[in-house]
């Protein structure tokens, strides 16, 4: 019996033992298992998760590299507690509990995207130096209004605009010779762009540009939106110097989509020793107070409550003789910020009254809350349009290609638009395909598909 009983005890104590180690190799895995999991979380953890979902993806900011002394200090103080007691982990880890919901909000509104604001515009040292007004031509076109010029094509544009630049000057705006021996002539308004190291070797690819298309103008002033008034007075300058015999004159964005045969058309019989001045006119405009606003001006550059009627600046037409008077009035108005309303001020001291035109659609075309099944997109609806402002480049080619598209039929009770020229010898065929002589390249491999 006393055998038994030793035999049962040894028994006993070794079941005891293996418990025992059995315990204790269970610890030690699980603490190596959270020390990895921890480190891992710390390096590689949102790759090992994949991807987040596709709605977090875009307002998600780039987060910053992962602390890697956060990560020792949170691993040794996570091995440290291994050492304590029951009671003292819990009240350990209820704080730490606390910091992962905090961290989680935390980084939930990390997540929010930050939108980046403008930094407010130097009103005051745009007053100082208002009156440094005049600034070097750089790129000039000799003999680009030899002879007399019928219609002066200007375009406001920027360097960075290639690609507008090129739409432009193989759709609506470029060079010909009307069927009556008229000239149509086209330039581009440019200046110096401000961050330079972000167009390298700009100055040598525009240089390149106008020796190959010749349409090029450049001042040396920061092509900025509140420069865009130089870029009118130093305009109204050249054509006083250089084109004093255009007739009339078209000035606008490169975003817009000009039906030039409906202006010509306009223009027709007007006399350019008259004044002309036709766009969307804008009439009774308040200055915008609000400085968040792109438009904002203070009180103190501009103090009157209305501003006089001006001209939307997407494209207006006037005649040379309104240009040359408007170029002598431009240098004695005070100089403002915003370009269309200063424009608007030198009409008002000449005394021309703009006139308004429904066919000017400066502010682009909304579809009407009443009739969304309307297609605005649609080449009848800008067949009676002249100028459409926020025009994309697929957008100007293939209204170009559909307006001139000799199978285009509108049903209306109109007849269709005849076109009042054609370009000598460059006429497109009335199969549908281009004649020989035709200049007209095909740039842009655009395939658009339009609901109608």
């Known amino acids: 019996m006393r055998r038994i009983h030793i035999k049962y005890v040894l028994c006993t104590?070794?079941?005891?033992?293996?418990?025992?180690?059995?315990?204790?190799?269970?610890?030690?895995?699980?603490?190596?298992?959270?020390?990895?999991?921890?480190?891992?979380?710390?390096?590689?953890?949102?790759?090992?998760l994949g991807p987040p979902p596709e709605s977090h993806v875009t307002k998600r900011v780039p987060s910053t590299?992962?602390?890697?002394?956060?990560?020792?200090?949170?691993?040794?103080?996570?091995?440290?507690?291994?050492?304590?007691?029951?009671?003292?982990?819990?009240?350990?880890?209820?704080?730490?509990?606390?910091?992962?919901?905090?961290?989680?909000?935390?980084?939930?509104?990390?997540?929010?995207?930050?939108?980046?604001?403008?930094?407010?515009?130097?009103f005051e040292g745009y007053l100082r130096d208002k009156d440094n007004r005049n600034f070097r031509l750089l790129m000039d076109q000799l003999g680009k209004c030899s002879g007399e010029p019928y219609m002066l094509i200007a375009i406001k544009s920027v360097v960075a605009d290639f690609e507008r630049r090129q739409v432009v000057r193989h759709t609506w705006g470029r060079e010909g010779v009307l069927q009556d021996g008229q000239t149509v002539k086209t330039v581009f308004l440019l200046g110096v762009p401000r961050n330079k190291t972000a167009l390298p070797f700009w100055n040598r690819l525009l240089a390149y540009e106008s020796h190959t298309f010749g349409d090029i103008l450049l001042w040396d002033f920061d092509d900025t939106f509140f420069n865009l008034t130089?870029?009118?007075?130093?305009?109204?300058?050249?054509?006083?110097?250089?084109?004093?015999?255009?007739?009339?004159?078209?000035?606008?964005?490169?975003?817009?989509?000009?039906?030039?045969?409906?202006?010509?058309?306009?223009?027709?019989?007007?006399?350019?020793?008259?004044?002309?001045?036709?766009?969307?006119?804008?009439?009774?405009?308040?200055?915008?107070?609000?400085?968040?606003?792109?438009?904002?001006?203070?009180?103190?550059?501009?103090?009157?409550?209305?501003?006089?009627?001006?001209?939307?600046?997407?494209?207006?037409?006037?005649?040379?003789?309104?240009?040359?008077?408007?170029?002598?009035?431009?240098?004695?108005?005070?100089?403002?910020?915003?370009?269309?309303?200063?424009?608007?001020?030198?009409?008002?001291?000449?005394?021309?009254?703009?006139?308004?035109?429904?066919?000017?659609?400066?502010?682009?075309?909304?579809?009407?809350?009443?009739?969304?099944?309307?297609?605005?997109?649609?080449?009848?609806?800008?067949?009676?349009?002249?100028?459409?402002?926020?025009?994309?480049?697929?957008?100007?080619?293939?209204?170009?290609n559909l307006l001139h598209d000799p199978q285009l039929i509108c049903h209306s009770n109109q007849t269709p638009t005849l076109w009042p020229f054609k370009w000598r010898g460059k006429v497109l065929g009335t199969t549908g395909q281009k004649d020989s002589e035709t200049t007209v390249e095909q740039d842009y491999d655009v395939k658009v598909f339009v609901k109608h």
């Not at 440290?80 to 980084?107: G, R």
């Not at 021309?352 to 066919?359: A, F, I, Q, R």
């Open 65 to 122: 590299p992962p602390d890697k002394s956060k990560c020792q200090s949170t691993h040794q103080s996570h091995s440290k507690s291994q050492t304590y007691p029951k009671s003292k982990l819990q009240s350990k880890f209820k704080p730490q509990a606390k910091n992962k919901s905090k961290s989680k909000k935390d980084e939930g509104t990390k997540a929010v995207p930050v939108l980046p604001t403008r930094p407010p515009f130097d």
């Open 230 to 400: 130089l870029k009118e007075t130093h305009f109204l300058q050249w054509v006083n110097d250089s084109c004093s015999n255009v007739q009339f004159i078209f000035k606008g964005d490169a975003d817009v989509y000009v039906n030039i045969e409906n202006i010509l058309e306009m223009v027709k019989g007007q006399k350019p020793d008259k004044d002309l001045f036709v766009g969307e006119i804008i009439h009774h405009a308040r200055p915008i107070r609000r400085r968040s606003s792109k438009y904002f001006v203070p009180e103190f550059v501009y103090g009157q409550t209305m501003y006089p009627s001006y001209a939307g600046g997407g494209g207006f037409v006037m005649s040379g003789h309104t240009a040359r008077r408007l170029s002598e009035a431009c240098q004695q108005v005070e100089l403002f910020p915003i370009d269309d309303v200063f424009l608007g001020m030198c009409l008002q001291r000449i005394g021309v009254k703009p006139s308004h035109h429904e066919g000017f659609r400066t502010f682009g075309i909304v579809r009407p809350s009443a009739a969304p099944h309307l297609q605005v997109f649609d080449p009848c609806f800008y067949r009676e349009l002249m100028v459409v402002h926020s025009v994309t480049v697929p957008q100007i080619w293939l209204m170009w």
């Open 13 to 48: 104590l070794l079941m005891l033992g293996l418990l025992c180690l059995m315990l204790y190799a269970h610890q030690g895995y699980t603490s190596t298992w959270d020390t990895w999991q921890l480190e891992q979380g710390c390096t590689s953890s949102r790759a090992l």
